[in-house]
């Protein structure tokens, strides 16, 4: 390890700032799963006012759902590590800058490296919940589609039907050995 103060110097300010952007990709992340949430409860509130097709629709409520679980573990990952004020001043105040500068460098990679993995697995909480989100949404829209369908074709059904009675009345056509 060197003992150049202005070397340990420079070394805590770039993993310093290695320690910003990791929390700030943490604070994003927390924003993106919030995100999440709000659109998997308010899809699915709009899905319960459309009577979509059964099991469509249940198949989406399922993924909305679990795409809220998901959300929320990784929202509820805050394990973080950060460097402690009281344990730095108590163990090093009596010692030389280099000494601290060293001790605060060590410090700070393994809380990093601590950090960035709680972060690695919140990502990969908030990347389950959106694919599961964006199913829930193609489900949903599906469910709409097919139920909207099967009433197009009862209409449908029913103006064939209607036709052919009309047509019967028109014409005088019936059924065999009727009187028109």
Excluded: C
Excluded at 30 to 36: E, N
Excluded at 65 to 71: I, K, P
């Amino acid at each position: 390890m060197p003992d150049d103060a202005d070397t340990l110097e420079q070394l805590n300010s770039e993993i310093a700032a290695a320690h910003e952007r990791l929390s700030d990709a943490l604070s994003s992340a927390d924003a993106k799963t919030v995100l999440v949430v709000g659109y998997a409860l308010a899809a699915a509130t709009f899905l319960a006012t459309q009577h979509p097709e059964e099991i469509l629709g249940a198949l989406a409520y399922l993924a909305f759902g679990l795409a809220v679980v998901s959300a929320i573990f990784a929202y509820a990952i805050r394990n973080y590590r950060e460097v402690e004020p009281r344990v730095l001043f108590n163990d090093y105040f009596d010692k030389d800058r280099a000494e601290l500068l060293r001790a605060l460098a060590a410090t700070r990679v393994q809380h990093y490296e601590h950090n960035r993995d709680l972060l690695n697995t919140k990502v990969a909480y908030w990347w389950r919940s959106l694919a599961l989100l964006l199913a829930g949404t193609a489900l949903m829209i599906s469910g709409i589609l097919v139920h909207t369908g099967s009433h197009d074709v009862k209409r449908a059904a029913g103006r064939v039907a209607a036709h052919h009675v009309v047509s019967r009345r028109v014409t005088g056509g019936g059924p065999a050995g009727s009187a028109s």
